[in-house]
């Protein structure tokens, strides 16, 4: 189960630098959007804010993953940012869905892993 869970957070995290370091470095061409995800592509670019810190947060959370520190921070940070690729997967472009799914199982099974970890932040005390 230790390899597996090496495995895992390792092509998490590269997955995520990889997406991370290609956008701040323009390094994968533009893909040609149409209909509803056109529209969110735009809301979601247009905001100025919005990718460049969902970005920086895939960045910092791949280096933690890569590099084995503070995964159990770094699970929790980049559950929303998942579950939102996760969403727009499935509804606006489904051919993406099979990445997605594995970021999204694959973060589960690291937090089931550090489950210890967060005992303290779900115990009613």
């Known amino acids: 189960m230790k390899i597996a869970t090496i495995i895992i957070r390792t092509l998490i995290g590269l997955l995520l630098l990889f997406v991370s370091i ?3 470095l323009n390094l994968m061409p533009e893909p040609t959007t149409t209909g ?5 592509e735009v809301g979601a670019v247009s905001s100025v804010y919005l990718m460049p ?3 920086s947060i895939e960045f ?8 084995d520190c ?18 727009v997967d499935y509804y606006l472009t489904p051919q ?4 997605s799914i594995f ?4 973060n589960l099974f690291l937090i089931y892993k550090h489950w210890d970890n967060y005992k303290r932040i779900f115990s009613l005390k």
Do not use: Q, R
């Open 103 to 106: 970021l999204f199982l694959g």
């Open 60 to 67: 910092l959370c791949g280096l933690s993953f890569v590099f």
């Open 53 to 55: 810190i969902a970005k």
């Open 22 to 24: 290609g956008y701040f």
């Open 36 to 40: 509803d995800f056109k529209a969110f």
């Open 70 to 87: 503070y995964v159990t921070l770094s699970s929790l940070l980049i559950l929303p940012i998942i579950l939102n690729i996760l969403f």
């Open 96 to 99: 993406a869905l099979p990445i």
